[in-house]
């Protein structure tokens, strides 16, 4: 049994959290709406997973790294980690970018008004 996959797991989710305290985007933004949405993702793509296994499309693989123990058959418990991990990062990447466009638009307007005056004065 090792927790080599799990630890990894945890550090990069840790990271995650990490960026999105410093630029509260989301977690740290709406604690609530947040978990919620977390909440649901995971639960989304589990039911997704066990639709999967259900149907023989996903297997688990044993793997050196895996704890190996199992929530279901074909079910690590790694993927419960990793799912609400793949939610947590999507929403930090989304809101992220959506900050950043955001500010980068708001200058390029800033820009526009800035020439404008310019061309204004120089026209006086």
């Given at each position: 049994?090792?927790?080599?996959?799990?630890?990894?797991?945890?550090?990069?989710?840790?990271?995650?959290?990490?960026?999105?305290?410093?630029?509260?985007?989301?977690?740290?933004?709406?604690?609530?709406?947040?978990a919620?949405?977390?909440v649901t993702?995971?639960?989304?793509?589990?039911?997704?997973?066990?639709?999967?296994?259900?149907?023989?499309?996903?297997?688990?693989?044993?793997?050196?790294?895996?704890?190996?123990?199992?929530?279901?058959?074909?079910?690590?418990?790694?993927?419960?980690?990793?799912?609400?991990?793949?939610?947590?990062?999507?929403?930090?990447?989304?809101l992220?970018?959506?900050?950043?466009l955001?500010?980068?638009?708001?200058?390029?307007?800033?820009?526009?008004?800035?020439?404008?005056?310019?061309?204004?004065?120089?026209?006086?």
């Amino acid at each position: 049994m090792s927790f080599v996959y799990l630890a990894v797991l945890l550090f990069s989710a840790a990271g995650v959290l990490i960026v999105d305290r410093r630029f509260r985007l989301f977690l740290w933004d709406s604690p609530v709406r947040a978990a919620a949405v977390l909440v649901t993702g995971t639960a989304f793509f589990l039911v997704w997973d066990l639709a999967g296994i259900g149907l023989g499309i996903f297997l688990h693989g044993a793997g050196p790294y895996m704890t190996g123990l199992m929530l279901a058959p074909e079910l690590p418990m790694e993927e419960i980690v990793f799912l609400a991990f793949l939610c947590e990062l999507t929403m930090v990447l989304v809101l992220g970018a959506q900050r950043v466009l955001r500010r980068a638009r708001v200058r390029a307007r800033i820009r526009a008004r800035d020439r404008a005056r310019l061309r204004e004065d120089m026209l006086r």
